[in-house]
């Protein structure tokens, strides 16, 4: 049974930086690509970035782009997202989520139907 888990989520000022993890348990790890997606309260869930199986192709949504870093380590099935100058509008319970695929070089930052999801880590920004 594929399992997804995110932790690294917490309390971060305006302007500071957090990194969470996504650690994935189960067989096929390199023929998945990764989707972080957040959902803010009253707010649909939307993607903010996807990482390809290979680990060559890194997409980002307009509103994280410049300031989040996806990286993926296929060695530790774990997949990372480097949180910078985070603002209070980041503020949202931040989800992992993998889809398989054939075609390791890309991913789609914009598909919302992956094949499993973690359970999320809440991140909150604030002063």
């Known amino acids: 049974q594929l399992q997804l888990v995110e932790s690294g989520g917490g309390l971060v000022q305006p302007g500071g930086s957090l990194r969470l993890s996504c650690a994935f348990s189960g067989a096929g790890f390199d023929w998945n690509y990764i989707g972080w997606f957040r959902q803010a309260p009253g707010k649909e869930r939307e993607g903010i970035s996807c990482?390809?199986?290979?680990?060559?192709?890194?997409n980002y949504a307009d509103s994280v782009k410049g300031r989040f870093t996806v990286t993926r380590d296929n060695a530790e099935n774990t997949v990372y997202l480097q949180m910078n100058n985070l603002r209070t509008e980041d503020t949202a319970v931040y989800y992992c989520?993998?889809?398989?695929?054939?075609?390791?070089?890309?991913?789609?930052?914009?598909?919302?139907?992956?094949?499993?999801w973690g359970k999320g880590a809440q991140v909150n920004v604030s002063s």
């Open positions: 990482i390809s199986a290979s680990g060559s192709d890194a």
């Open positions: 989520a993998a889809k398989s695929t054939f075609v390791r070089s890309l991913c789609d930052v914009g598909r919302r139907i992956m094949d499993y």
